[in-house]
Nanobody, 127 residues
Framework: QVQLVESGGGSVQAGGSLRLSCAAS??????MGWFRQAPGKEREGVAS????????SYADSVKGRFTISQDNAKNTVTLQMNSLRPDDTAMYYC??????????????????????WGQGTQVTVSS
């Protein structure tokens, strides 16, 4: 059974940084991603990565500020978040992909393409 456990959330002032980690049980060969959901809003893809090859995808709103990476030895995926803004405030979720690969240049960012989800970690950015 796949289990995903997020850590690293917290509160920070605008302009600050946080680093989220996702520890995954079980061997994975496809892709993983980070999503976020603010109150009253739909869950949106933030970043994703193919575990073989390392190709990444980012939402336009986080390009240049967030970086997704993997540590295969530790079976973890991290999300480094810099230059945080108040509108980055949300519950952040780690997820593992549903398919082996998808069409297109990079891994997907749609929740429908992910099968397993963590419990989430809260990120709060104050102005």
């Amino acid at each position: 059974q796949v289990q995903l456990v997020e850590s690293g959330g917290g509160s920070v002032q605008a302009g600050g940084s946080l680093r989220l980690s996702c520890a995954a049980s079980g061997f994975s060969r496809n892709y993983m991603g980070w999503f976020r959901q603010a109150p009253g809003k739909e869950r949106e893809g933030v970043a994703s990565i193919y575990l073989i090859g390392g190709t990444t995808s980012y939402a336009d709103s986080v390009k240049g500020r967030f970086t997704i990476s993997q540590d295969n030895a530790k079976n973890t995926v991290t999300l480094q978040m810099n230059s945080l803004r108040p509108d980055d405030t949300a519950m952040y979720y780690c997820a593992r992909g549903l398919w082996l690969r998808v069409a297109g240049a990079g891994p997907p960012l749609s929740p429908a393409d992910f099968a397993y989800w963590g419990q989430g970690t809260q990120v709060t950015v104050s102005s």
